[in-house]
C-alpha cells in the first residue's frame, strides 16, 4: 500500500469542512454579541450538528484515519501526523466557535432570569399590637424580672376602694359626679389603678411587690390630651424598712432599663392623699439627655408621674401595722409613655383605632 | 398664682433671684411654670398643690420662701393712721347659719374717699392679672393676694338698717351679683343680709346694690371664714367661680381674719383717707384648737432614708411656723443644739404644734414630709431594695400574648375602645353565653348615671359595637380593608340587686374588605367568614386550648345561614358570623363584615390541649379522593364524622380537598372532594384492600346523604 491511498483527501475533507463551517467562522474571536438568544441557540444546534457530521464516526475525517493503518510504514507516522492537524484544526475552530457562543447564551441567561430583589416579599399582610399593649408588654417584663407581680382588680369598683381606703376625704372633689363616673347602683369606675394597692394587700401579707397595669376612667371631655378612659401603671413594695431611698431606686432602675443607663431622676415634692411623704418624679429627657428640646419643653426633663411612701391609714385599712411596716408606691400614665415614645400629638389617636395609625406600630 | 418676685421680697427679704427661686420652690413642691418680666418686677406662675391653700397667697409662698433662703417673714405694716371709736356704735352683725359660717369679723372706717388707686397699687396687681377698680376695692384685693383672706368692703350707708345677718338664703331670692348678673338662690346658699335682703353670696361675690361707688363714704369690711363644702356648693350650682370662693372652697385660715382686717384698714386710712373704728366686731363661737403633732426624729431617716440632724429639722419646721409645744420630756432636751450623741438624738422625740394655716398638718409623717422636702429629696440616695420575692405575671399571661401575635399574624390589628357605648347597641347584638344574669331588662346592663359623651351611657356588654365603630370610622376615612381585633372586659349587672357589677374578658374580631399582602397594593380576593374563623383557630391554636367546635347557630346580629357558634369542654364560648343587614344597615355599611366574640375568660382558663407522642409510620399510607355531589345542606363535619363512625382501623385521616358548586352540578347541591388516608401499622397496603376500604366509605357517604360519586 502506497500513500496514494489518502493521496488529496485531507484537502477535501478541509475544504468541505471550512465551506460548512464558513457562517460560523466569525464566532472562533467573540462576534456573537449581536445574537439575541434565539439565534445563539440555533447557531449552537447547528454547530453541534456540524461537528457530528464533520467529527462523528461516520464523518470523512473518521474514514480518512481509518485508512492511516494501510499506508506504508515509511510513511505512516507523516500522514498520520498531517491527518491528526487536520483533525486538531477542525475541533479547535469548533471548540472556539462554541466557547464564544455558550458564553454569549449564558450571559443573555443571566439577563433573562434576572430577579428584582427589591420587590416585596411573599407573605400576607400583618397585624400590628397597639401601642398601648407594647409598651405595657415591656414594662410587665422589666418589673417582673425586678420581683415584682403583675395584678389586676375590679373596673367597677366601690367607694371604699376607689376612695376611702386609699384615704381620700369624703369631700375631696374627685369623689364628685363631675370628676367620676358612678353607676346608676352607685359604683365607680375606679380614678385610678391605686385601687389595686388595696386587694393586693388584702389578699396578701408583706414582703410583697406588685405592680397593676390597667384602665382607668375620669369624666374628661376627650380632646388632644385628654381621654375619658386611660391606662395607669400603679407600683407597689411594702417591707420592713423600706424608705423613699428606695422609692427612689426602683423607679430610677426601671426608667435606666426602659430608656437606658445614662437615664437620671429627679423627685420633686408633691401631695397625695394615699402617699406621705409624696413626690412627683420626672426623669431626664431621652431625647436630649437633659440639655434642653422640643420634647421636654426645654427643661431637660420630663414629667413622668407620681409616688410617695403608702399613707399610714392605707396600712391601717389593710390590717397592716405601719410601725412595723412601711412601703412605697408609684404610677404613671401608659398613654402618656405612648405619646412620649411615639410622639403622638393628639391622645385620642389611641383609641380611634385608625388603621393608618395602628399599621405604623411594631 | 401669680406670685410677684418684688412683693415676695418685701416680705422675706431674701436675695435670690427670680431663676434661683424658681428652681428651688420647684423643687420645695411650689413648682413654678413660668416666669416672665413685668415691668421692674417678675412674675412666678405656681402652681400649688390642693392641699395647701395657704400657698394662694403671697404670704404663704414667702413662708416657704423663708426657709430656703434663711431669714424671717417680716408682715407688713397693721395699723390704722386714724382710729376712733367702737364697731359695735356703727354697726351690728348677727351669725344665723352658725354651722356655714364658723368666723365673722366686721369693722367700719368712715369718711373715705373713693379714688383710683396710687400708680404703685395699680402697677402691682397688674403685674399679678388683676385689673384696678378703685382705692378701696383694690385694697381688698392686694390684701387678698397678700394674705389669703378674701375680705369685701360695703357702702355701709346702703345697708337697711345698717346691719348685716348672716343667713341661709330664702328658697327663690334674688340677687344682683357684682357682675351685674341678677341670680336666683336657694335655701342651702350662705348669704349675708341686711335687715331687708340679701347683699352678698358668702365667700363668692358681693352684690351689686351695696357695692363701693364714687360717693360712698363709709364703709365696712367683711372678713370671715365659711364652710369649704357650703361654699362649693354654691359656686357649683350657681356656676360662679371666683378668686374668693377658690380660696373659700380649699380652706382659708381660720385666724387669719383680725390679721387682714388690720391691714385693710391699715391702707385704706393710708390711701383713702378715714377713720378707723378702734376694734373689729369678731363673732367666733368655736375658736379653732391647735392640734398637736409628736415627732421622732428618727422617723425622718426611717421613712425618707435622709440624715437630716435633729437641729435641723427643728429649724425647718420653726421656719415654716411649726413651733414646738411647751416642754416635755424628750422634746424639751433636743432644746439647745450643743452635741449630743447621735444615740440620743435618734432617742429623741418632740411635740409641734400645726399652725392654724397648716390643716394638712395632721400626723407625725406630715411632720417628716416637711422636714424631708426642706432638706432636699435631691440628698436621698438610691437604693434598690434586698429581692426577696419571686416575679410573677398575671395569670394566662402566656396566652393573652400567644393569641395576639397569631391575630396579628392573621393581618388582624389590635384595638382599644371605649368601654362606654351607646345605649342605641343594647338591641343589636345578643351578647356572650351566661353574661346577663338578671332577668330585668331595665337593669340587667350597667349603666353610668353621668356619662361625658352623650349617649354613651352603658358599660359594655360586648366588644362588637365599639369595634364597628372603629370600623366606620376607617371607612369614613378611606380604609375599605379592615381587621380589627380587641381584648378587654365587658360588664353586666350582678345577679342580686346592688351586687358589684360583672366584668368578664372577652375577645373580638371584625373583618371586611379584602386580604391583601404586604408591601403589595392590589387585592388578592375578599375576606369572607372562612378568613375570620381561620384567624379564630389560630387564635385558639396559639393558646393550646382543648379542641373547640363549630356548630351552626342563629343569632340576632348575624346574617341567618351564616353564623357559628363556638363550644369548648361542651361550653359555648362565643359566636361568629356575617354581621346581620339591619345591624349592618344602621352602620351605613355597604359591604359584608364579619365578626366574632368569644368569651375570652373561659378559653383562658379551659385545660390546655396535652401533647401525646403518637410513633412515626413503618409502612406507607395510601390515599383516595372521592368527589361526592351532595345537597348543599349536608356539612363536611357530617361526612367526616360518617367515615370516623365506620370504625375502619386502617382510615387514618378524612381530609377536605376542595368544595365545588356551580356549573354541572345541580342547584341546592354542592361537589365535595375528600381525601381519605389509609394505613396499616404492620403491613403495606394492598390496591384490593384499599378498593374495598374506599368503596365501602363511598357507598356510606352516598346512601347517608343521598349522595353520588363524581366521576
Ligand atoms: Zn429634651
Redesign the pocket.
Known sequence: MSSGIVGQQPETVREAFEQEFGRFARFRAGGADELTFAEAETALRELAELRTRHTGKKSALAGLKKLIGRVAAEERAAVGQQIQQLENEIIAALEESKQTLDAHVAALRVERELLDVTLPGRRTRRGHQHPITLVRQRIEDIFVAMGYTVEDGPEIETDFYNFDALNIPPTHPARSPQDTFYTTEGFALRSQTSTVQIHAMQRRKPPLRVIAPGKVFRRDTPDATHNPMFFQLEGLLVDRGITMGHLKGTVTEFLRRLYGPQTRTRFRPSYFPFTEPSAEFDFS?F??N???????KGS?W?ELGGSGMVHPNVLRAVGIDPQEFSGFAFGFGIDRMCMLNFGLDDIRLLFENDVRFLEQFN | MNISYNWLRELTGARLTAGELRERLTMAGLEVEAVHEAGDDFVLEIAGLSNRPDWLSHLGVAREVSVLAGGEVRLPEMRAAREEGKTESFTSVEVEAVDLCTRFTARVVRGVSIAPSPAWLVARLQAVGQRSINNVADITNYVMLELGQPLHAFDLEKLNERRLVVRRARAGERLTTLDGVERELDAEMLVIADAARAVALAGVMGGAETEISDATRDILIEAAHFAPASVRRTSRALGLQTEASDRFERGVDPEGQLRAQARTVALITELAGGTATTDAIDLYPQPATPTIVPLRFSRVRELTGLDVPMRDSIRILGALGIERAGADGAGSSADDGGARSAAAESEAAANFVSPSWRTDIRIEEDLVEEVGRHFGYDKVSDTLPAANVAGEYRAHEGRRRASRRALNACGFDEALTFSFIDTAHDEQFEFLPGLVRRADEASRLVTLSNPIIEGAARMRPTLLAGLLDSVRHNFNHGTRDVRLFEMGRVYAADSEEGGQPRETDACALVATGVATEEGHAGASRELDFYDLKGALEAALAAMNVAPVEFAATGARHLREGQAAQLTCEGRAVGMLGRLADDVAAAYKFKQPVYVAEIDFAALLAAAEAGVRYAPLARFPSVTRDASLVAPRRVTFAEMQRAVVELNLEQVRRVALVYVYEGERVPEGRRSVTLRIEYRADDRTLRDEEVDELHGRIVGTLEEKFGAQLKR
Open positions: 429627657c431625647k436630649c437633659g440639655a434642653g428640646c422640643r420634647l421636654c431637660g420630663i
